[in-house]
């Protein structure tokens, strides 16, 4: 299965829904001590059921997972190991918060009382926020030891969510729809970011499938390197692909945005059917780790036009389909794909000059 193929297959599974996923993986995980040469605290995250994390026997031994950005953390899981020794869980702590320094001053989630051997238990958080998640055990002379940890992050109604999604040119494997895949790649950009090459006004573009009103959007930075390169970046929202949808107006103007940060641009309520981004100059490049776009819709749209058609036939019902086709035709040129048509008020015929006198249409789009 392709790139693209995957994450058309996940789109379709997540549809419009609330997401909650998995973001443990994202992380990078550090733990107080090592028991061995092999039982590092990476080995909480790799999802195989025979490698854990060992600290050695110490006071309050800890285990913590940096997930490089503040969420609002639903729920942890905790794998036991399956060998021996399922007690060392015991008592176990599971803290969440933005400390870093002092594991033991952010709040707890939960305290672990038992897990059985191989067995993994969930301990609701109920939406607490923090960029860490710490695992300890309070204590003298206590080991900690982990098979598995499951981080589970709530991702409210983002629209951008399995839609269409183009950019002015692909360098490498930044393909675009890594810009709306929840990840926001602080570990592997090259696989979870979408970046143009170098080009003159690179462009992103989200095509929203129906028309809202956009509340707010959010562009989440690359942290590895060059966070300038989103220095200038445009967001336009409209209905136009005129220029690729680059001439829609412009609900803000990004002038920087730190490396590995979430920056959000109030839109007041735009409407508009495509999001896009742009970044105008010459030699620039566009990269995007996460676009999120929010709002409210679709809207539903009467629109009224007058056609004039020239026919020598009844303009009952061909003159319906008459209508129908070459008016569906311009607007699926246009990419509304969603039309229903009907009159407004009955067409009159001219019959001595045999041509149809400008008569309404309806067109409401949903």
Partial sequence: MSKRDFYKSLWFLLGKLNTILNVATWGTAVQSTTYGASWYAQN????????????????????????????????????NRYDCCETRINGAEIRIGNVSSDVFSNPVCAVVSTIPAGATYSYSCHGMEGRYVTVNIPGTSMVLTLCEVGVYVIFPGNLATGRNVTQSSTIGSWITEQAIDFNPGFKQPSSTCS???????????????????VSRVVITNRLDCCPERINGAEI???????????????????????????????????????????????????????????GEGPLLKKTFLKMKLKSSSSLSEPAVRICSFQLQSALVERGFFDVTLQWSQPPEQEVLRKEVAPAQCAVRKR
């Avoid at 309050?60 to 997972?65: A, E, R, V, Y």
């Avoid at 090459?197 to 989200?206: D, L, R």
């Avoid at 508009?272 to 105008?280: D, E, H, K, S, T």
């Fill in 44 to 79: 909480a995250l790799d999802g195989l059921s025979y490698t854990f994390t060992h600290t050695t026997w110490q006071t309050d031994p800890w285990w913590k997972l940096d997930l490089m950005k503040m969420y609002s953390v639903n729920r942890v899981t905790i794998t």
């Fill in 195 to 213: 970046s143009t090459n170098v080009q003159t006004n690179p462009w992103w573009s989200v095509d929203l499938s129906y028309i809202y009103r």
């Fill in 236 to 294: 336009r929202i409209g209905n136009s692909l005129e220029n690729n949808g680059n001439n829609n107006p412009i609900c803000a103007v990004i002038s920087s945005i730190p490396a590995g940060v979430s920056s959000t641009y109030t839109c007041n309520d735009m409407e508009g059917r495509y999001v896009n981004l742009i970044i105008p100059g010459d030699s620039k490049y566009l990269t995007l780790c996460e676009v999120e776009v929010y």
